[in-house]
């Protein structure tokens, strides 16, 4: 359903710049990261998922508040919630 490459390409490009996490917010991209948290089912695809929303927010009221209203924290902590803690030790260092 969902390709680790494109989660990838999110991963690094939000997280430089105040107008790239606007311009993910703006065009809808954080429903697609929480839609990625929620339902996929690669486990690297969660955890960049998880990731890119937090880089997302990172710093950023508008973004912030976008991935609050796209209930992006109850995504993160189903994900946490899901994960083996003793295995997935990256995890929990991403979200």
Do not use: W
Request: charged fraction near 15%; proline fraction near 1%; aromatic fraction near 6%.
């Amino acid at each position: 359903m969902f390709n680790i490459s494109p989660c990838d390409a999110l991963l690094g490009s939000r997280h430089s710049s105040e107008a790239n996490r606007q311009l993910v917010a703006e065009l809808g991209g954080i429903s697609s990261m929480v839609t990625c948290t929620l339902f996929a089912r690669d486990g690297k695809c969660v955890q960049n998922a998880a990731q890119a929303i937090a880089n997302v927010a990172y710093e950023s009221h508008f973004a912030g508040s976008r991935c609050m209203a796209a209930s992006a924290d109850a995504a993160i902590c189903s994900a946490i919630s899901a994960v083996d803690l003793l295995l997935e030790d990256a995890f929990l260092e991403a979200a």
